[in-house]
């Protein structure tokens, strides 16, 4: 009997999606579990796979299409015919032989089990994705003996598609637009083409997009400033870092410094470790750290769950697995889900000042910045010292001017005074 492919449930927070790609096309035998079509939400990108074995006789929404949660996506009749069968088997020589630079390739979970079907070294791919990565039809495209290509147009709805059912595939851009000029008419040097490209926003983008206007304009965000002397953090790490390397196989960065900074800070101002629900202050008694992580898609927001847990190691080895799902593209909800303050560090970029703005329904988010030699006083004497701007943004309904700035001032004795870290 047909068995409808719908938008899954991915988590309480998600309610709606994007066709990114289907994989299949109507006629198409598929196997139980194959995966059908690309999804796109404003946190994780996924696929959804076959209910059933038998034929992909319909599908009700193209790709670039906007979808619900629990919508019908296409239907499989089980009737068409009988499932594919499975792939041959690789020898394991041949499965031993696969190149470690395709590991570091960025490519969709479905783009890396097509190479591995098709015997294809990802690294060798180009790919026609995002930043690069490599998709699915890229791989195929390789196998045929082919260079891959370029995105494919949106799709209009097949024949087999109820004309009730189907939507149109949004309207392809228009062509660069080009202007003329008469400068050149005039005797004066005439500019080269001025073009214009129109690219739609991806989900998650666009819902960066509508939630930075909304926090805006629900939130009264402020913020206050100080600078942080990172001279003993930097000699700690100098003195350290080749056994805390051995020992634990990741480098001492500065952002455990912080996470355990900010966790004792929270802790003696509880208030910044909140959210407002409705007239009440839902104060939280434990620390779920978010640590902003800029990726192809926009930026993701993975939390350190039960932080004050963690050990420096801990907290480093946590960082690097996030910010590489981050960069893959395989971080999941649970990754993302929660979070009850933000650490953002613009100076990984260069920034060596700016306001972050809130991510709610957080109520405070802690700006990291470059770490650059300046001279300051020190007990009347001019000096050159490492010195880092940091800044505070919080929530004004919830937090105190005074007590935004002691938050922060706490954070810089905390991390000026590393050993105080482990009384913490």
Same mark, same amino acid.
């Given at each position: ?9 991915v988590?309480?927070?998600?309610v709606?999606a994007r066709?990114?790609?289907? !994989?299949?096309?109507?006629g198409?035998v598929v196997?139980? /579990?194959?995966?059908?079509?690309? $999804?796109e939400?404003d946190?994780i990108?996924?696929?959804v796979? *076959? ?5 992909l ?6 790709? /670039? ?8 996506l296409?239907? +499989?009749?089980?009737?068409? *015919?009988? *499932? ?5 088997a ?17 490519a =969709? ?8 079907q ?10 026609s994705g995002? %930043?690069g990565r ?7 495209q390789?196998?045929?003996?082919g ?11 097949t ?5 009730s059912?189907?939507? @149109?595939?949004?309207?392809? %851009? ?5 202007y003329?000029d008469?400068r050149?008419?005039?005797?004066e040097?005439?500019?080269g083409p001025r ?9 998650r983008?666009?819902t960066i997009?509508?939630?930075l206007v909304?926090?805006?304009s ?6 206050t400033f100080?600078?942080i ?7 700690l790490r100098e ?12 480098g001492?960065?500065i ?5 355990k900074?900010?966790?004792g ?5 509880p ?7 409705g007239?009440?202050m ?6 779920d750290?978010g ?10 927001v ?9 050990s420096?190691?801990?907290i480093?080895?946590?960082i690097?697995? $996030?910010?590489? *799902?981050?960069d893959?593209g =395989?971080?999941?909800?649970a990754?993302?889900k929660g979070? =009850?303050?933000?650490i953002?560090?613009?100076g990984?970029f260069?920034? $060596?000042?700016?306001t972050? +703005?809130?991510?709610p @329904?957080?109520?405070?988010? !802690?700006? !990291?910045?470059v770490?650059k030699?300046?001279?300051?006083a ?7 010292? @490492?010195m880092?701007y =940091? %800044?505070l943004t919080?929530d004004?309904?919830?937090?105190? /001017? ?5 938050? $922060?001032v706490r ?6 005074d @590393?050993g ?5």
């Amino acid at each position: 009997m047909p068995a409808n492919i719908v938008v899954p449930e991915v988590g309480e927070s998600i309610v709606d999606a994007r066709v990114a790609k289907w !994989l299949k096309k109507p006629g198409d035998v598929v196997a139980a /579990g194959d995966p059908l079509v690309e $999804l796109e939400t404003d946190k994780i990108d996924l696929e959804v796979a *076959a209910p059933q074995a038998g034929v992909l006789s319909r599908i009700d929404h193209a790709d /670039g299409a906007d979808v619900k949660v629990g919508e019908v996506l296409g239907v +499989i009749d089980e009737s068409g *015919a009988a *499932a594919a069968p499975p792939p041959a088997a690789k020898p394991a020589a041949q499965a031993a032989q696969k190149a470690p630079e395709a590991e570091k390739t960025r490519a =969709t979970p479905t783009a890396r089990k097509a190479a591995e079907q098709n015997e294809v070294d990802l690294s060798r791919v180009r790919g026609s994705g995002d %930043a690069g990565r490599v998709m699915r039809r890229d791989v195929e495209q390789v196998a045929k003996g082919g260079a891959p290509a370029p995105a494919p147009a949106q799709a209009a709805p097949t024949p087999s598609q109820p004309p009730s059912q189907a939507r @149109p595939a949004p309207a392809p %851009a228009p062509p660069p637009r080009r202007y003329q000029d008469t400068r050149a008419e005039r005797g004066e040097a005439a500019p080269g083409p001025r073009e214009e490209e129109r690219v739609r926003m991806s989900k998650r983008r666009a819902t960066i997009a509508k939630r930075l206007v909304e926090v805006q304009s629900t939130a009264a965000m402020l913020s206050t400033f100080n600078e942080i002397d990172m001279s003993a953090v930097m000699q700690l790490r100098e003195r350290h870092k080749q056994a805390f390397k051995e020992r634990h196989g990741v480098g001492l960065g500065i952002s455990s410094f912080f996470v355990k900074a900010c966790i004792g800070a929270l802790r003696e101002f509880p208030r910044v470790n909140a959210e407002i629900q409705g007239d009440e202050m839902v104060l939280k008694h434990y620390y779920d750290i978010g640590i902003a992580v800029g990726a192809a898609e926009g930026l993701v927001v993975p939390v350190l769950r039960d932080a004050d847990r963690m050990s420096f190691a801990d907290i480093e080895q946590k960082i690097r697995q $996030l910010a590489k *799902a981050a960069d893959d593209g =395989t971080l999941s909800l649970a990754d993302l889900k929660g979070g =009850t303050f933000t650490i953002t560090n613009g100076g990984v970029f260069g920034s $060596l000042l700016s306001t972050p +703005i809130l991510n709610p @329904p957080q109520v405070g988010i !802690l700006g !990291l910045h470059v770490i650059k030699d300046r001279p300051v006083a020190i007990d009347g004497q001019v000096v050159v010292r @490492p010195m880092m701007y =940091t %800044a505070l943004t919080y929530d004004h309904r919830i937090v105190d /001017g005074s007590e935004a700035v002691r938050f $922060l001032v706490r954070i810089k004795e905390l991390v000026e005074d @590393p050993g105080a870290l482990l009384l913490e």
